[in-house]
Nanobody, 127 residues
């Protein structure tokens, strides 16, 4: 199993970045895919998720600014981030939503011990 993120980097406040995740080694359409993030010294936080039928969910702090999408033919999931804020600075991870929690997975704290995770990509928002 592999989840490989790309697209992180430095952006100015108000700017945009697009993160991409390429998945392999598992049945992609069987999983809700998600993005999580972690600020140094703090815990992981779910940012957004997308079901195989493309239904999406976002944490309140990114609603209206971030857009998640997936391509089930290419086994990819993207996160388009706009109107970036300094507080969006974090390491962003692509992951499978934990199957054991069903449709309420986003109410649980993320854990790298559950599901499949990428290696993470740094996003820094700074002027």
């Amino acid at each position: 199993v592999q989840l490989v993120e790309s697209g992180g980097g430095l952006a100015q406040p108000g700017g945009s970045l697009r993160l991409s995740c390429a998945a392999s080694g598992f049945t992609f359409t069987s999983y809700t895919m998600a993005w999580a993030r972690q600020v140094p010294g703090k815990g992981l936080e779910w940012v957004s998720g997308i079901r195989s039928d493309h239904r999406t969910i976002y944490t309140d702090s990114v609603k209206g600014r971030f857009t998640i999408s997936r391509d089930n033919a290419k086994n990819t999931v993207d996160l388009q981030m706009g109107s970036l804020k300094v507080e969006d600075t974090a390491v962003y991870y692509c992951a499978t939503a934990p199957l054991r929690y069903g449709s309420d997975w986003y109410t649980r704290l993320p854990s790298m011990d559950i599901g499949f995770w990428g290696q993470g990509t740094q996003v820094t928002v700074s002027s």
